[in-house]
């Protein structure tokens, strides 16, 4: 294969790669997608400079058939060129320098607190999520058999803490193009806003025992009405006979919300329960069919 060839190769897989990323679904991930393609802009521009000196240099001072001399080609030292060398010295350490001053902007959109919006404390657990809202009194805890769903405000910020009752976890939405760990004992916090309405399917991205592959979360971005609407029913739910406060109000669509320590918390791997998601028994650790 030709370098030229060669060439439009490496452009063609760059932009395929490129086409990879999901459009992001909230504010802080458009800084993240406006990172990478300023990167993905300096690679090509790096790249195609690289690429068309070596292509330039191998069609310009290849051997010709024309060329009887026999043996090694003639060597030509090159005279001492301190502005060439000031260039390929220096043109690296700027755009390294750029690179790094980009990323820093791009983390400070991405960890700035915006004001208004809701409160969301979000705790991860052995192997599910439970996501209270302090402000109204409602929390929706996941079992084995349903998946927890958060419920926010579209174009509203949404302040999340997140903890983690037992070993790391990690908070993960891919369209939100943002990633962060539940560490037990470290609360964090953060912020996203939705920016169109529609359900996000989410996952614990950090390796936390047998049953990881079924800790999955969902994010559903409704109208503000919606969301008042929700949280009323919720509040409503949680007031009925047989309620027992906050911790028991009402599943939201796709979640249940289960106070800890009942015997549908036993049977649905809530903190404090020693079932796992299957039904398996789970001992000190150690899993037993």
């Known amino acids: 294969m030709s370098a030229a060839r060669k060439t439009v190769a490496l452009v063609a897989i760059t932009l395929a790669t490129a086409g990879c990323l999901p459009a992001s679904a909230t504010t802080e991930g458009h800084a993240v997608s406006d990172l990478w393609t300023i990167f993905l802009i300096a690679a090509a521009i790096v790249g195609g400079l690289v690429w068309g000196l070596i292509t330039l240099s191998i069609i310009r001072y290849r051997r010709r058939k024309s060329d009887t001399s026999s043996g090694e080609a003639a060597q030509t030292v090159a005279s001492h060129a301190l502005p060439l060398e000031i260039a390929w010295t220096t043109g690296p350490i700027l755009i390294v320098l750029f690179l790094f001053v980009m990323t820093l902007f791009a983390l400070q959109r991405i960890d700035a607190r915006e004001a208004g919006g809701i409160n969301v404390q979000v705790d991860a657990f052995r192997w599910q999520w439970r996501f209270t809202y302090p402000d109204a009194?409602?929390?929706?805890?996941?079992?084995?058999?349903?998946?927890?769903?958060m419920v926010v405000p579209v174009g509203e910020p949404v302040h999340i803490t997140l903890t983690s009752d037992d070993v790391d976890h990690s908070f993960y939405v891919p369209v939100f193009l943002f990633k962060r760990d539940a560490i037990p004992g470290h609360p964090t916090q953060f912020d996203f806003t939705v920016d169109q309405p529609g359900s996000y399917g989410g996952q614990c991205a950090e390796f936390c025992g047998v049953y990881h592959d079924r800790m999955l979360l969902t994010v559903r971005a409704v109208t503000r009405p919606e969301y008042e609407a929700w949280l009323t029913s919720q509040a409503g739910a949680a007031g009925s006979p047989g309620a027992s406060g906050p911790a028991s109000a009402?599943?939201?669509?796709?979640?249940?919300?289960?106070?800890?320590?009942?015997?549908?918390?036993?049977?649905?791997?809530?903190?404090?329960?020693?079932?796992?998601?299957?039904?398996?028994?789970?001992?000190?650790?150690?899993?037993?069919?």
């Open 137 to 149: 009194g409602v929390t929706v805890t996941g079992t084995r058999d349903v998946i927890a769903e």
């Open 250 to 289: 009402s599943p939201a669509p796709g979640a249940t919300a289960t106070p800890v320590g009942s015997a549908s918390a036993r049977a649905s791997g809530v903190p404090g329960s020693s079932a796992a998601p299957s039904g398996s028994a789970t001992t000190s650790g150690a899993t037993t069919p």
